[in-house]
């Protein structure tokens, strides 16, 4: 229970149990909700896709909803495919974080309350926020008086991520291990690293991502250092891609009740500066064939190294670049390729197929990357203007930004002894 409230803004909306005006899910037994949290790109939605397919082979219904700071989303592209089976069960709260966007994030579980029914909610935040137990979670119980199952909060780590972050310190020359707690990632600052800390510190529960990329002595030495670090939390190993460990990580989420030991402290001056440095870049265009048609697989891959390439070149580290590519004609309805990149020195690569060839294509990108935004908008359009075969794009919407300063509509700042 709560003892304390700390309400920063909106006195209206912290005021009731059906603060929205609407209340239609305020009773007892609504569903179980999941947090599934994590940095960019470790694997979150990857991961809440499989997840989402098993509890369908379960006879579970499940609803998704996912956040982002912008729009014109490929993970929105890709809404059919990670729906496991239901379109419509996924919702996409946009133009801000699920902690500055409280009412949206609840609006959100409304409307698929009433229109799918879910018994589990599998909710995937920003990669670049933090404190969502006391800005999501506890909200979601204490001031909306939302009466979910609430599981405990997981937060996926990219396994090959993570080891340059703490398996690299972990052994001194002698052999000694030493305490990997706020530990360096390389590449990004100081300010983007304490979020990636705090991400880990805050979550109930550790869900090691991408294990099928690390040998079994770098996996064995993974674990011990993330144990050394946490030894309170649970830590489990998976590959949300291949399918393996996804289902012990479910049973525990779906066994337990959340209940933290402690609310984090959070240094938002810090927190701020962290978003702050990181780019966030969206467009969509239009490509058209200058002659014949197309592979738009090769075609997407190749645009995807161009632009990776040249921000290595320039020292923007990558966070998560997602691009997707879908045929306008000859039409092709779900038909969809995928590229992605998470850091850098990890080559990008085509995460779905399309498989043929077309003539006119519609290019989402989705940019994440420590660097200035506009340096981020110049290179995605001097790669489009230099793009590899017979094609050429007509930019259309574009967004190029940093994350404000995060604002949380609520912040549960105490928990009862
Ligand atoms: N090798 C490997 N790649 C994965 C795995 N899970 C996710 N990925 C890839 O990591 C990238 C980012 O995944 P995504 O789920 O979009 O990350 P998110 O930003 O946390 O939602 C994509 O290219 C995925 O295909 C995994 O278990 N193994
Ligand atoms: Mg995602």
């Known amino acids: 229970m709560i003892s304390k409230v700390k309400r920063k803004t ?14 239609r ?65 996924v919702k996409q709260v946009t ?34 926020c933090t404190d969502l137990m006391a800005t999501v979670l506890l909200p979601l119980r204490e001031i909306y008086g939302r009466e979910f199952d609430i599981s405990p909060m997981a937060v996926v780590i990219d396994a090959v991520r993570a080891e340059a972050v703490y398996a690299s ?12 707690r706020g530990g360096r990632s390389p590449g990004f600052s100081k300010e983007v690293r304490y979020i990636y800390g705090k991400q880990l510190e805050e979550a109930e529960v550790l869900v090691l991502n991408k294990v099928d990329l690390l040998s079994a002595p770098a996996r064995e030495r993974l674990r011990r250092a993330l144990s050394d670090a946490f030894p309170e939390k649970r ?12 289902d012990e990580v479910l049973d525990h989420l779906l066994g337990e009740t959340s209940s933290p030991p402690e609310l984090m402290a959070v240094d938002y001056d810090e927190y ?48 998560h670049f997602k691009m997707s590519l ?13 590229v992605n990149a998470v850091r850098n020195g990890a080559k990008a690569e ?34 489009l203007a230099a793009l590899p075969g017979p094609a050429r794009t007509v930019l259309g919407d574009r967004a190029a930004f940093r994350p404000g300063r995060p604002e949380p509509q609520h912040r549960i700042t105490t928990l009862a002894s």
């Open 10 to 23: 909106d006195e209206k909306v912290a005021g009731g149990s059906s603060s929205n005006g609407r209340g």
């Open 25 to 89: 899910v305020n009773r007892r037994g609504n569903g179980r909700v999941l947090l599934i949290g994590g940095f960019l790109g470790a694997g979150k939605t990857t991961f809440i896709g499989t997840a989402a397919k098993r509890l369908g082979d379960r006879g579970s219904r499940p609803g998704i909803i996912t956040n982002d700071q912008g729009d014109g989303l490929v993970d929105t592209a890709l809404g059919e495919f990670f729906s496991a089976g239901e379109p419509g069960a």
């Open 95 to 128: 133009g801000g974080c699920f902690c500055c966007r409280a009412d949206a994030l609840v609006s959100a579980l409304d409307d698929l309350a009433e229109s799918h029914h879910p018994d589990v909610y599998l909710i995937e935040p920003v990669g670049s």
């Open 169 to 180: 310190r972990t052994a001194s020359r002698d052999g000694k291990r030493t305490r990997a």
């Open 235 to 246: 830590l489990f190993e998976i590959s949300a891609r291949e399918g393996t460990g996804c």
């Open 272 to 319: 701020a500066e962290g978003e702050a440095k990181l780019g966030w870049y969206n467009s969509d265009a239009t490509v058209h064939a200058t002659g014949d048609d197309f592979d738009a697989d090769r075609l997407l891959l190749a645009l995807a190294r161009a632009i990776q390439s040249q921000l290595e070149s320039e020292g923007a580290e990558l966070a």
């Open 326 to 338: 879908k045929p306008l004609w000859p039409r092709d309805p779900g038909g969809i390729a995928v």
């Open 350 to 383: 085509l995460s779905q197929r399309l498989g043929r060839r077309v003539l006119v294509a519609e290019l989402l990108v989705n940019l994440r990357a420590e660097a200035p935004p506009a340096t981020l908008q110049r290179i995605v359009a001097e790669a």
